[in-house]
């Protein structure tokens, strides 16, 4: 029996910009900085920047009968798998600024971690061990399908 897979990349493009904006000004106040201790510590933000705005504003989602596996980046790292023997519950959500969530790769203690590129569609699973994973996709149905759980 063929096994059916949902791929999707998500990208926020508007999120990439604004880092870059970012980037780009840091580098300007770091060329306009005379002293040493000023330099460092620009240097050392606007690598962070740069680790930040390439592992958040990407992420490729692959579901299927053996579960879900979210690759960050453009190099897949980090990556976060979900067997689909440790979900208990999944929805399909709208994430909004209400949630309360913005975009990015967070956690919060109550409400679990958050792989949100962009607002809008998203798949929320709870685990077995009790903790709940916010996915943000196109199309988290078409998902939910492929993990053979029905919406």
């Known amino acids: 029996m063929p096994a059916t897979v949902y791929t999707c990349r998500v990208t926020n493009w508007s999120m990439f910009g604004f880092n870059i904006s970012l980037l780009a000004s840091q580098s300007i106040l770091f060329w306009l900085g005379p002293e040493l201790w000023a330099l460092s510590i620009l ?6 920047n740069l680790a930040m705005s390439v592992a958040a504003i990407s992420q490729r989602v692959t579901a299927g009968p053996a579960g ?33 969530a913005t975009p990015g790769v967070f956690w919060r203690r109550k409400r ?8 809008g569609p ?10 709940t994973i ?11 399908w492929a993990m053979g759980i029905a919406p």
Request: net charge positive.
């Open 43 to 48: 240097v050392v933000g606007m690598l962070v």
């Open 112 to 119: 679990g971690l958050f792989l949100l590129p962009k607002l």
């Open 122 to 131: 998203a798949l929320r699973l709870r685990l077995t061990s009790g903790r």
């Open 68 to 100: 879900l596996t979210v690759s960050l980046g453009p190099f897949g790292l980090p990556r976060v798998r979900v067997a689909r023997a440790s979900i208990t519950h999944a929805e399909m959500i709208l994430s909004t600024m209400e949630l309360p």
């Open 134 to 144: 916010t996915i943000s996709m196109p199309e988290p149905a078409a998902a939910m």
